[in-house]
């Protein structure tokens, strides 16, 4: 498995991955009205980022035996919700930040309300990219999809872990507490997209089971090096606020188990995420070589 893997450029894969999905972002807003709601979506859908979540989502589609242009509106859409949620977490009532991706948060720029209500578009646009301008995938697959993406937009997914996490500020935190926290606000996620992707392309039980697997290990890496890099890397890296979780006194993995413990977990889970994917291994090797971009990504 090694040499397959070594034998993929992954580096032109991210590239060309990167540029599909930034184009069909750019696709997916128009010259629509109000303007200023249309500017506030864009400035933040538009800002760069890594598009982790839709690549994952073409990667898994693709793994399927799927066409990749069918899921891009899928692909889209999840961004939309990260995004969405990226924009909603950083208001002066939830995170309180004033950097991401590089920039000033979309409510420094644009106010509270109108942040909150791009936020609002950007969710409900979510749906429109999947319902109304998917085109080939059957409406089962899609409902499906829908299916996925309004349990991990709502309560049993982010919002749920959202609350958990405000409520946990300034409290002792245990580790099964923080897992709940990682897997609802972020590994939730991370596993829909991979699950949406695949419906898309017509994964069976077993795939898809396998992919449940995966994607729980790599949302839990996932986070768990975003809590380090929150320790070790600079706000210039990082286009978002460094040193956050201290501030604001929140439990983080390297808090309850040190730097060099949190690493070794967040290794254990990308191998133990991989290692679902064998008996795929010929064709998974986007999806391998994504796992381990999230332990060795530097922001
Ligand atoms: C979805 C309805 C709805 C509400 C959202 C605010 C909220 C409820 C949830 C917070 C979710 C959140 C901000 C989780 C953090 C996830 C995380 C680690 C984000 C950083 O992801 P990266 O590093 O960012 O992939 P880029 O900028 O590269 O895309």
Request: charged share 25%.
């Given at each position: 498995?090694?040499?397959?893997?070594?034998?993929f450029?992954?580096?032109?894969?991210?590239?060309?991955?990167?540029?599909?999905?930034?184009?069909?972002?750019?696709?997916?807003?128009?010259?629509?009205?109000?303007?200023k709601?249309?500017?506030?979506?864009?400035?933040?859908?538009?800002?760069?980022?890594?598009?982790?979540?839709?690549?994952?989502?073409?990667?898994?589609?693709?793994?399927?035996?799927?066409?990749?242009e069918?899921?891009?509106?899928?692909?889209?859409?999840?961004?939309?919700?990260?995004?969405?949620?990226?924009?909603?977490d950083?208001?002066?009532?939830?995170?309180?930040?004033?950097?991401?991706?590089?920039?000033?948060?979309?409510?420094?720029?644009?106010?509270?309300?109108?942040?909150?209500?791009?936020?609002?578009?950007?969710?409900?646009?979510?749906?429109?990219?999947?319902?109304?301008?998917?085109?080939?995938?059957?409406?089962?697959?899609?409902?499906?999809?829908?299916?996925?993406?309004?349990?991990?937009?709502?309560?049993?997914?982010?919002?749920?872990?959202?609350?958990?996490?405000?409520?946990?500020?300034?409290?002792?935190?245990?580790?099964?507490?923080?897992?709940?926290?990682?897997?609802?606000?972020?590994?939730?996620?991370?596993?829909?997209?991979?699950?949406?992707?695949?419906?898309?392309?017509?994964?069976?039980?077993?795939?898809?089971?396998?992919?449940?697997?995966?994607?729980r290990?790599?949302?839990?890496?996932?986070?768990?090096?975003?809590?380090?890099?929150?320790?070790?890397?600079?706000?210039?890296?990082?286009?978002?606020?460094?040193?956050?979780?201290?501030?604001?006194?929140?439990?983080?993995?390297?808090?309850?188990?040190?730097?060099?413990?949190?690493?070794?977990?967040?290794?254990?889970?990308?191998?133990?995420?991989?290692?679902?994917?064998?008996?795929?291994?010929?064709?998974?090797?986007?999806?391998?070589?994504?796992?381990?971009?999230?332990?060795?990504?530097d922001?």
């Amino acid at each position: 498995m090694q040499e397959a893997i070594a034998s993929f450029d992954f580096v032109e894969y991210l590239d060309r991955s990167r540029t599909l999905v930034e184009n069909a972002l750019d696709a997916s807003l128009g010259p629509e009205k109000p303007v200023k709601l249309r500017d506030s979506m864009r400035y933040s859908l538009l800002a760069g980022g890594k598009r982790l979540r839709p690549i994952l989502c073409l990667a898994a589609c693709e793994l399927a035996g799927g066409e990749v242009e069918k899921a891009l509106p899928t692909a889209v859409a999840l961004e939309m919700i990260h995004t969405m949620s990226l924009i909603h977490d950083d208001l002066p009532s939830m995170d309180n930040d004033d950097l991401r991706r590089g920039r000033p948060t979309n409510h420094k720029v644009y106010g509270d309300a109108v942040a909150i209500l791009a936020g609002d578009a950007l969710l409900t646009r979510a749906f429109e990219m999947v319902s109304l301008r998917t085109k080939g995938v059957s409406s089962e697959r899609l409902l499906k999809v829908v299916g996925e993406l309004s349990l991990v937009a709502g309560a049993p997914g982010l919002v749920g872990g959202q609350v958990v996490d405000l409520d946990c500020e300034g409290k002792e935190v245990d580790l099964e507490t923080l897992e709940y926290i990682h897997l609802h606000k972020t590994g939730a996620l991370l596993k829909a997209c991979v699950t949406c992707g695949a419906l898309i392309g017509g994964a069976d039980e077993r795939l898809l089971s396998a992919l449940s697997v995966y994607a729980r290990g790599i949302g839990l890496a996932f986070q768990i090096i975003d809590d380090i890099l929150d320790v070790t890397a600079s706000s210039e890296i990082l286009g978002k606020t460094a040193g956050k979780d201290l501030i604001a006194d929140k439990t983080t993995y390297p808090k309850l188990l040190g730097l060099d413990e949190s690493r070794r977990r967040a290794d254990d889970l990308v191998a133990e995420a991989k290692n679902a994917l064998e008996p795929w291994s010929k064709n998974s090797k986007p999806l391998l070589a994504l796992a381990d971009y999230i332990t060795s990504r530097d922001r």
